[in-house]
T-cell receptor, first 114, second 111 residues
């Protein structure tokens, strides 16, 4: 069964450093998403991406965040200058179609900002 | 804005017991409803979904959920749990691109 894969599984970084989290969505999916879950809190939507554009983003997704599909397979989330409060589990998801469609999730990347 | 509330933070039960997890959402329009499960060390997996039609939906691994529109609820049930059902369960709602999740319920099944 096709899966969404995320790398690395755990990323440790110093405050102020840039990090790039990587995702390989399911190959015939067209919509891509990032979510995050701070320890002990809900899974929160960050951004959705379709046709090389952001289709929706949350208030959390400020200028420090960016997403990119640099080639035909990868989908990345960049945090330019990490803060302590960015420490969280980041989940990538993809879906074949858009609104309301089933989203398939990766195993997540645990980001620890020190 | 959509919000989703799950009634139980942690449920502990014995094998063969019945399970019901509550989920309520607040949104006045048409929504799609989901239950996801996360087994220890694994990714979020879809258990079942409701888009339209029969409000009683059946999912994988013997789970089912009932959509009650008047109560804005989408409760998850399983008549007889197994030890392997130990996991975290998330209710989610969507009416656009994003999923809005509940806080999750940790279910521990004792052998």
């Amino acid at each position: 069964e096709p899966e969404v894969t995320q790398t690395p599984s755990h990323q440790v970084t110093q405050m102020g450093q840039e990090v790039i989290l990587r995702c390989v969505p399911i190959s015939n999916h067209l919509y891509f998403y990032w979510y995050r879950q701070i320890l002990g809190q809900k899974v929160e939507f960050l951004v959705s991406f379709y046709n090389n554009e952001i289709s929706e983003k949350s208030e959390i997704f400020d200028d420090q965040f960016s997403v990119e599909r640099p080639d035909g397979s990868n989908f990345t989330l960049k945090i330019r200058s990490t803060k302590l409060e960015d420490s969280a589990m980041y989940f990538c998801a993809s879906s074949r179609q858009g609104k309301g469609n089933i989203q398939y999730f990766g195993a997540g990347t645990r980001l620890s900002v020190l | 804005a959509q919000s989703v509330s799950q009634h139980n933070h942690h449920v502990i039960l014995s094998e063969a017991a019945s399970l019901e997890l509550g989920c309520n959402y607040s949104y006045g329009g048409t929504v799609n409803l989901f239950w996801y499960v996360q087994y220890p060390g694994q990714h979020l997996q879809l258990l079942l979904k409701y888009f339209s039609g029969d409000p009683l939906v059946k999912g994988i691994k013997g789970f089912e959920a009932e959509f009650i529109k008047s109560k804005f609820s989408f409760n998850l049930r399983k008549p007889s749990v197994q030890w392997s059902d130990t996991a975290e369960y998330f209710c989610a709602v969507s009416n656009d691109y994003k999923l809005s999740f509940g806080a999750g319920t940790t279910v521990t099944v004792r052998a």
